[in-house]
């Protein structure tokens, strides 16, 4: 029996997928893609991934919104998509993650998934712990307002909640970190 061979954009889908479920699947464990050579930062790597003509995305990014509608995805404001970008974010920002779905009782699964450039670098010390964790994992976040942890503990109460994922790009490799609505966040150091 022939086995399929896949192309060079199937099989970056495919790993960059496995990625994503994994980064998921064990919270603050770093998880590695290539991305597109022209992709900067990962997010279009992603996006390639998951967004098709049933998916809505966000993004503040004009650049990034004009190469995603592309996939099939509709636009979307920040308060409905289900997948949301953010190639950086400041503090003046933070009204979008606010608005963010974080789905219903009836409906978790119409939370959105935010997708964040950071470095993984000395910054943020973050400790996290629950599903997927054995016992704790500490992860250090940088090029990232401490707002934005706050915030994300402040929404989550799962079921409800956002999924984040939080994407550093390191020369020809991405680094993809999944933090969960599941998943307990404490940010170290009495913030």
């Not at 464990?29 to 995305?57: K, R």
């Not at 909640?161 to 390191?170: K, P, S, T």
Request: with cysteine.
């Amino acid at each position: 029996m022939a086995v399929p061979v896949l192309t060079e954009q199937e099989s970056r889908s495919q790993q960059t997928f496995t990625a994503l479920m994994w980064a998921l699947s064990r919270p603050g464990e770093i998880q590695h893609f290539t991305p597109l050579e022209t992709d900067a930062t990962g997010l279009e790597t992603i996006a390639q991934t998951v967004l098709d003509l049933e998916t809505s995305f966000f993004t503040p990014d004009t650049v990034l919104c004009s190469k995603f509608k592309k996939t099939g995805a509709h636009c979307e404001a920040a308060d409905k998509a289900a997948y949301q970008f953010y190639p950086a974010i400041s503090l003046e920002q933070l009204f979008l993650l606010e608005s963010a779905p974080i789905g219903t009782l009836l409906n978790p699964d119409q939370s959105a998934t935010l997708v964040i450039v950071c470095e993984f670098l000395p910054g943020l010390k973050l400790e996290l712990t629950g599903a997927g964790i054995q016992d704790k994992t500490r992860l250090e976040v940088g090029n990232l307002p401490l707002e934005i942890f706050r915030l994300r503990n402040r929404v989550v109460s799962f079921p409800l909640g956002w999924d984040l994922l939080l994407v550093a790009r390191d020369n020809r490799d991405c680094k993809l970190v999944g933090i969960p609505r599941s998943t307990k966040l404490e940010i170290q150091g009495g913030f």
